[in-house]
């Protein structure tokens, strides 16, 4: 029966390469179209604290112990194309990070100073989000094996699995609690029986691990575990900021205006993860010219794209928050609509994030992790200063701005290093060619 089963996850028909991209395509708008309305959902049905509770827990908080549990190993294990590692080495890994998530949870929850009910709902939220990074480590070997469109079944049918029961739960019982207790455990159906009873019939995968590989491998991936964990507390800096000093409510209509963030970054990742492979494969072989004109071609893409969603935001963003208003029922009147400012400056800095995204990615597949930590320690200390002050100072307004700031600094500073580098080792190309 398992076997039955994996072959009809495994079975892609004449054409394989599409078939990565659409399933690639529909895993990440699940998982983004889940983050987005969900706590919209949770407002609407529960009211706006249980909301904020909700989106803080689940996008913010949540979301940062998932860059614990999966160390930011993605990029490396996906493009770890000479097997210096085997799954099994990245399997025991992700056991160790995951248990390292919870306990990290439980410690900031014990000293945040919330109530019960709040500490309860964020951490059974925790409990979602390290399922999804362990995963990952799954998923990201479907993509090793030349599988994509396995990743994207995974994400998909999982994030289904997991908002469907959770939602039923929600309107069932009415209790937020139970209902993120219902999703955790549907998480953990979900890696069952879409990624541990799939991969075992993926050719190529070694389940062993080598005694003495946890050591290297944490030094290995490090300063890129603690670069997307800064990474994500820059991007979230503002939510932090707002969970504390304003009110849950506050969490939960800044979520609301943040979620186009989430649809250029699927956008984005429409357009990077398929080309990932490619932009290895060129690095490696030194074809400079071929990697530097991909990169070019996205970023290209990801401009107008940009250029498009700005554009909306400012034209189309005041109706479409009232419209949301008018979703979110009775008593919510003007609550949206005063922020159309905000949703611009958001869009404009979730613009500059994929450019940041795409150029990170170009930084690891170069292994130049040193360059990444600096640039995010750097930025943190910047987050960790401008974020609260403009919270303060201007509430959500400021907090849009604080996150345009970030992202813009941020990006700008990606992008000047990986084009430095591709000169860097286009100088030194030309200097072997003129001593041979």
């Not at 879409?194 to 491998?217: I, T």
Request: aromatic content about 14%; some cysteine.
């Amino acid at each position: 029966m398992e076997r039955r089963w994996a072959a009809l996850l495994m079975r892609t028909g004449p054409d394989k390469a599409r078939q990565d991209i659409l399933w690639n395509m529909a895993g990440s708008f699940c998982y983004a179209f889940a983050s987005m309305v969900l706590s919209f959902l949770v407002m609407r049905l529960a009211g706006e604290d249980q909301g904020g509770i909700f989106a803080f827990g689940y996008s913010t908080f949540g979301q940062q112990m998932f860059i614990l549990a999966y160390f930011g190993i993605r990029p490396f294990q996906i493009t770890d194309r000479a097997g210096d590692y085997r799954f099994g080495d990245y399997l025991r890994h992700r056991f160790v990070t995951c248990g390292a998530a919870a306990a990290a949870g439980l410690l900031y929850l014990l000293f945040a100073g919330y109530t019960p009910e709040k500490s309860a709902v964020i951490f059974l939220l925790v409990c979602c989000k390290i399922a999804d990074g362990f995963a990952d480590v799954y998923e990201s070997e479907f993509q090793r094996c030349g599988s994509l469109h396995l990743t994207g079944k995974s994400n998909t049918f999982r994030t289904l699995l997991s908002v469907g029961t959770f939602f039923l739960a929600l309107v069932g019982s009415g209790n937020l609690a139970a209902a993120c207790l219902a999703a955790a455990a549907a998480q953990a159906a979900g890696i069952l029986v879409f990624d541990m009873a799939v991969l075992k019939y993926v050719e190529g995968v070694d389940y062993r691990w080598s005694r003495g590989s946890l050591k290297p491998l944490t030094r290995d991936t490090g300063l890129l575990f603690v670069s997307v964990f800064l990474d994500f507390y820059i991007f979230s800096s503002a939510k932090y900021a707002i969970d504390a000093n304003l009110d849950d409510a506050a969490s939960g209509y800044f979520n609301i205006i943040f979620m186009p963030t989430s649809v250029i970054n699927l956008a984005s990742g429409f357009v990077i993860r398929p080309v990932l492979t490619f932009l290895t494969d060129t690095w490696n072989k030194k074809e400079l010219d071929r990697f530097a004109g991909k990169l070019i071609s996205i970023s290209r893409i990801i401009g107008a794209l940009s250029v498009l969603a700005v554009a909306l935001a400012a034209g189309l963003g005041r109706p479409v928050l009232w419209l949301l208003e008018r979703l979110l029922g009775s008593g919510y009147e003007g609550r949206l609509t005063c922020y159309h400012v905000p949703f611009v400056l958001i869009v404009l800095g979730g613009a500059w994030y994929a450019f940041l995204n795409l150029h990170y990615y170009a930084l690891v597949i170069m292994r130049r992790q040193k360059v990444i930590f600096i640039i995010y320690t750097a930025l943190t200390a910047l987050a960790a200063a401008l974020a609260p002050v403009m919270v303060r100072r201007q509430g959500i307004r400021g907090a849009a701005l604080a996150y345009l700031i970030l992202m813009a600094v941020m990006a700008a500073g990606f992008i000047v290093w990986t084009w430095w580098v591709i000169k860097k080792e286009e100088r030194h190309d030309r200097k072997v060619s003129a001593g041979g």
